[in-house]
């Protein structure tokens, strides 16, 4: 079975600009929850989403913002870009069977 | 008070060493434990998963929670230089519908042959 896919892998973009990331889930899992991974805070979640509707958020501001469509893939989007949003960005999906969670390989988000 | 905090290292051992990892944590409706492992540039990998408190085992690893100290840790026995990398604590409140995991930061590990 495949794993999380996420693209792109690795983006360079200044800050002001928007971005969008993708995330494609394991084939059967209907929840998808997205991560920011830096040096100094660690892995922070951001939201969580399951038959697309967002289930969950955590503290980000407003510029941070996802969606989910019908076939369980997720896209997270970040407008006005600011130094500070330099990171891994995680996807990780999840089966209605299982209480854990697998992470796709992220994609490193450079804001010059 | 981080709700989960977990000492950094870096941690350095040579082969063949027991490693001792651990995490504790201040929110006591924090049900499910796990273990992830992050490779340099990789995405975090899940090892262990333990509903409650307990021991868990697989093959080198034990995964251990005492629920009543808030204090879960995971051992390695037989290090090898493939373990070298982050291993990073996650715990959730509640699995099935609610999929937000809270980390640790990670220790890093290096085991030298």
């Known amino acids: 079975k495949a794993g999380v896919t996420q693209t792109p892998r690795y983006l360079i973009k200044t800050r002001g600009q928007q971005v969008t990331l993708s995330c494609s889930p394991i084939?059967?899992?209907?929840?998808v929850s997205w991560y920011q991974q830096t040096p100094g805070q660690g892995l922070q979640f951001l939201f969580e989403?399951?038959?697309?509707?967002?289930?969950n958020k955590g503290n980000f501001p407003g510029r941070f913002s996802g969606r989910q469509f019908s076939n369980s893939r997720s896209e997270m989007n970040v407008s006005t870009l600011e130094l500070g949003d330099s990171a891994l960005y995680l996807c990780?999906?999840?089966?209605?069977?299982?209480?854990?969670?697998?992470f796709g390989p992220g994609t490193r988000l450079t804001v010059l | 008070q981080k709700e989960v905090e977990q000492d950094p290292g870096p941690l350095s051992v040579p082969e063949g060493a027991i490693v001792s990892l651990n995490c504790t944590y201040s929110n006591s409706a924090f049900q499910y434990f796990m273990w992830y492992r992050q490779y340099s540039r990789k995405g975090p990998e899940l090892l262990m998963y333990t509903y409650s408190s307990g021991n868990k085992e697989d093959g080198r690893f034990t995964a251990q929670v005492d629920k009543s100290s808030k204090y879960i840790s995971l051992f390695i026995r037989d290090s090898q230089p493939s373990d070298s990398a982050t291993y990073l604590c996650a715990m959730s409140a509640s699995g099935g519908s609610n999929y937000k995991l809270t980390f640790g930061k990670g220790t890093l590990l290096t085991v030298n042959p």
């Open positions: 990780a999906s999840s089966s209605r069977q299982a209480d854990t969670q697998y």
């Open positions: 084939s059967g899992h209907r929840s």
């Open positions: 989403y399951f038959s697309e509707t967002q289930r």
